[in-house]
């Protein structure tokens, strides 16, 4: 009965636990524990009765069996925050990933993809024409491109179209607004200069800045390509193939205009190559000896140039001399800008038909030395080197120089002429010259008597020219030269001078005393003449009875070497026609052997000096000195004590 009555009541308190509407009645916390008196306090905040037929503090232990845990189920409002919270941050980061993909790929964006620069133009010009080009400038960009700038670069020797005289190396020309989704095309003219079918290329960029930023943008395309079709100058070259080592040879170079316009300032350029001599041309050069410069080619114009010259080298050997044409650069009047045509010309080498060997007072040498006041000897020796013979032989020697004396040339058998200072011998002075057979020899000399009274490097040069005619191999007669170079230089003729002086500061004795020193003062005189010394020493040797003093002047380097008894004076270099001047103090003790004698009281002085302009070693000696003064014999007459 007892139990029905605890369901009842525990009915009652569930109907009011979860009744609505009704006002909940605080209650107190209590802390649950596993005490058996805690039960109590619990039933009293529940309001549940023991039975009362059980005494509350003798109620029988009965054990409780512990259940299955029941699930804590969140209240339903936390579960809608959280979903809440999970559904924004969502929301967020889609949005972020939608905003970055509308400004990276959206039509807002400001990328040089969207600039399309373009050059067109025809793949074929032909040399010094006008090339014209079209550039076109795309914009797809959704905004507007300003200060927009096309920067152009030409190849080498582009001229302007509007002043030929300038050259183009890159031009800036400045581009208006270009509108979201616009096109620009421009055309440009310049005049393209090149070699036949050379390949050139023109480059084309674009500087810009779009509206609302201050950035500057870059756009560069692929290089537009065109070829010279022709060039607007041809080099047509006439030369010998074949030519004698140290034959003279002339070069014709002919330019010819190919363009429909005139041709200013174009140049012409030689590179010859070693071994060959330039000698003259006409017209004369422009700049140095290589390079010509034609102020108009007209259309169809032609110019002439001849070049002079001497090719030397062994036989067989091969000697080519290139030619360009071009036009002048703005920025080196004598450089060729581009290159227009190239031409080239190869010589063959051949031994001398004739040989001529030329000796110098027996010297075979290029440039030979000959002492001042000397008369010299020059003999030529001819031999003809062909398989066939040389007819009309004629040998030239033109002679130049600041040492030739008109009146001191003397030819054996040919004529001086003095107005050209050329000497001549053809078959009419020398028979030997009117047919030289194969390995034919022929000797012809001349002397000179050069001269150096108040001249500088004194020289005398000459060309010994030889030119005759042969029979080729298809029967014709063709004309046959050579020329030879010889050099002469006269040397310069120092000369030393010594003197003794015995003075109030030089004490002992004059006449000398036996037993009794007497001091000298030996002043040295070096006098160069014609050309610059070099090296210039004055040395001399003291006998055993004289002692060096060691008192000097003058300038250069003195010195004594005890053991060989050599005095020297280093006096260096020296001009031509200057002096050098010096002195030194020896000390003399006579001898009872040397009584009414005048011993010497220094050697021989040597002068010894190199020749800056022949390269050779000059010497030159004055005699020993005695106790002699000024030419008075008693003055250095020794007396006895």
């Known amino acids: 009965m007892s139990d029905k009555r605890s369901s009842e009541k525990l009915d009652a308190l569930r109907e009011r636990l979860y009744a609505r509407g009704d006002e909940e009645r605080p209650k107190t916390r209590m802390k649950l524990d596993s005490e058996r008196s805690n039960t109590e306090n619990v039933a009293q905040v529940f309001d549940v009765q023991p039975p009362r037929h059980v005494p509350p503090a003798t109620a029988p232990d009965t054990p409780i ?38 400004l990276l790929l959206g039509r807002n964006n400001v990328s040089g993809e969207n600039i399309e ?13 006008v090339l014209s080009i079209q550039v076109g400038v795309a914009n797809q960009n959704n905004v507007p491109v300003e200060s927009a700038t096309l920067i152009l670069e030409y190849p080498s020797g582009t001229r302007s179209v509007d002043d030929e005289g300038k050259e183009l190396f890159s031009e800036r020309f400045p581009l208006p607004e270009i509108a979201p989704g616009e096109i620009l095309n421009q055309t440009f003219q310049v005049r393209a200069f090149g070699e036949e079918n ?15 930023s201050n950035a500057t943008f870059f756009k560069e395309t692929e290089p537009f390509k065109f070829k010279i079709g022709s060039a607007p100058v041809v080099l047509n070259i006439d030369a010998e193939k074949t030519i004698s080592s140290g034959q003279e040879t002339t070069i014709t170079i002919e330019v010819v205009s190919n363009s429909p316009l005139p041709l200013n300032d174009l140049l012409i350029k030689a590179e010859y190559p070693s071994g060959f001599d330039y000698t003259s041309s006409d017209p004369s050069p422009h700049s140095g000896r290589n390079i010509w410069k034609i102020s108009e080619l007209p259309p169809e114009g032609t110019a002439t140039i001849k070049i002079t010259g001497i090719v030397i080298g062994a036989e067989s050997e091969k000697r080519v ?26 010589f063959v080498l051949e031994d001398p038909f004739l040989s001529v060997d030329v000796s110098i007072d027996g010297k075979k040498d290029e440039v030979v030395s000959v002492a001042p006041g000397m ?59 009117t047919e030289l057979g194969p390995d034919g020899n022929a000797r012809l000399a001349f002397t000179l008597l050069p001269q150096t009274n108040g001249l500088q490097t004194p020289n005398i040069t000459f060309s010994v020219k030889v030119s005759g005619r042969r029979v080729s191999e298809n029967g014709a007669r063709e004309e046959i030269a050579g020329t030879i170079d010889r050099t002469i230089k006269v040397e310069s003729k120092p000369v030393v001078q ?10 002992g004795p004059v006449p000398p005393v036996v037993g009794q020193p007497t001091t000298y003062t030996i002043a040295w005189k070096a006098q160069s003449s014609a050309n610059n010394l070099s090296n210039v020493t004055l040395t001399t040797s003291l006998p055993a009875y004289v002692t060096w003093t060691g008192v000097t002047s003058g300038s250069g380097q003195w010195s004594y070497n005890p053991t060989s008894r050599i005095v020297e004076w280093k006096v260096g270099s020296m001009q031509s026609g200057r002096e050098a001047d010096g002195t030194f103090q020896v000390s003399f003790l006579p001898s009872a052997s040397q009584i009414d004698r005048t011993p010497d009281i220094i050697g021989d002085s040597h002068l010894r000096a190199d020749d800056s302009f ?10 020993a000195l005695t106790s002699e003064l000024d030419g008075d014999r008693e003055s250095g007459v020794v007396q006895a004590n």
């Open 614 to 623: 022949t390269g050779t070693v000059l010497r030159s000696t004055t005699g």
């Open 375 to 433: 008369q010299t000897n020059v003999i030529l020796d001819l031999k003809n080197t062909l398989d066939n013979s040389v007819y009309d032989t004629v040998v030239e020697v033109v002679l130049s120089g600041n040492a030739l004396s008109d009146t001191e040339v003397r030819p054996v058998g040919g004529h001086y002429n003095s107005s050209s200072r050329t000497i001549r011998w053809d078959s009419s002075s020398s028979d030997a010259l």
């Open 65 to 102: 069996e512990p259940g299955p845990p029941l699930p804590i189920k969140a209240p339903i409002s936390r579960r809608w925050r959280v979903r809440l919270v999970l559904f924004a941050l969502g929301f967020f980061v889609l949005s972020l990933l939608a905003s970055s993909v509308y």
């Open 321 to 346: 001399i290139k030619f360009a044409a071009g036009v002048a650069g703005s920025r080196d009047a004598n450089t060729l800008a581009s290159i227009l045509a190239v031409a080239e010309t190869e």
């Open 198 to 212: 050379q390949e050139s290329e023109i480059r084309a960029s674009i500087e810009y800045r779009v509206s609302g």
């Open 117 to 129: 620069l373009s050059v067109t133009g025809p793949f074929t010009v032909g040399g010094g024409e």
């Open 498 to 507: 010594a003197s003794a002086t015995h003075t109030s500061s030089d004490p």
